[in-house]
């Protein structure tokens, strides 16, 4: 039953552009963020993987259209109008460990597939479905880092590589964008920073610390596997710093090449969204099931409640 909605949604589908007619008066787009290294079981509450596979079949039998997370952002940036009445959903995922794009064995689960190998399955049992079909990865940037995370926050087997970035892109399901130079972690030591707080993205609040994080991990990005998705930014932990989202990049955007950063605040993205503040959902907090999905997109779906001019939950 299943395959044949998917299969009916293709036949229905209008292509993977985005219309420059608006054909309603309700923009909320839902963004939604998962994590190939959140693997506990293989179902759909314990397993991204599982969830991702679900998912593709459920939001394209429900008639949404998978875009790239990058021109999502750059319709919004020319007029969000553009967007109104769409059904469209993006696809992204944090951290840039192998599981992005590497099947693997994991080492109580078994055998995964990736996420870039769930959206060629995908492509190959409905051609037609999802032309647009695409995920955002953002990766963490610094080479040192990823090799002590690996050891510190996986299982020590080399799975956090940047060898794969380049064929993600040619591949033209998968970009690769800005999580920052070194996420921040409390697991790492910077011999420059010694007394900076580690395990949050807020002590990130002078233009050194974040050229550090920021410019410094683009150009890396930018000259290993130049895409659109450079121009993007996910905030290490999902929040967003008064600093980063007021100064910084508002003064400094154009320089870094960066048009606008994602938090991981559980809301649609709407005409009213922060640009250096744009809210995710997230695979596993906001939604672990079907249905749960099911109560995202029916919210997405709803005409937005308005008080004295304003969206309740909007980003200010």
């Not at 552009?17 to 909320?28: P, T």
């Not at 399955?121 to 079909?133: I, K, R």
Request: hydrophobic share 40%; charged share 25%.
């Amino acid at each position: 039953m299943r395959n044949e909605r998917v299969k009916s949604a293709a036949t229905a589908a209008s292509g993977a552009s985005i219309s420059r007619r608006a054909k309603g008066n309700n923009m909320r787009i839902p963004v939604l963020l998962y994590h190939s290294m959140n693997i506990s079981g293989n179902d759909y509450p314990s397993n991204d993987h599982v969830a991702l596979h679900s998912d593709l079949r459920y939001v394209t039998a429900r008639g949404y259209r998978i875009l790239p997370l990058h021109q999502i952002v750059a319709a919004w940036l020319e007029s969000p109008q553009r967007l109104e009445g769409e059904r469209i959903v993006a696809l992204t995922c944090d951290d840039g460990p192998d599981f992005d794009f590497r099947d693997l064995e994991h080492p109580t689960a078994g055998r995964q597939r990736s996420f870039l190998n769930i959206l060629r399955d995908f492509c190959a049992e409905f051609p037609s479905a999802q032309p647009g079909l695409f995920m955002t990865s953002f990766v963490i940037a610094a080479p040192v880092a990823r090799t002590i995370l690996d050891r510190a926050c996986m299982v020590g087997k080399g799975w956090m590589n940047d060898d794969w970035w380049t064929t993600a892109v040619d591949s033209g399901l998968m970009g690769i964008a800005n999580h920052s130079w070194d996420h921040n972690h409390e697991a790492l030591r910077d011999g420059k920073y010694p007394d900076l707080r580690r395990g949050t993205f807020a002590s990130i609040d002078t233009r050194e610390l974040a050229d550090h994080q920021i410019a410094k991990a683009g150009e890396l990005l930018r000259r290993l596997a130049p895409n659109p998705d450079t121009s993007l930014f996910a905030y290490p932990f999902g929040r967003a710093n008064r600093f980063l989202r007021r100064t910084y990049f508002p003064a400094h955007a154009e320089r870094l090449g960066i048009v606008a950063a994602f938090t991981d605040a559980a809301q649609p993205l709407t005409p009213r969204a922060d640009r250096w503040a744009m809210p995710r959902f997230t695979c596993g907090r906001d939604w672990r099931s079907e249905e749960g999905l099911k109560v995202i997109l029916d919210d997405c779906q709803r005409r937005p409640h308005v008080w004295m001019g304003l969206e309740f939950g909007a980003a200010r």
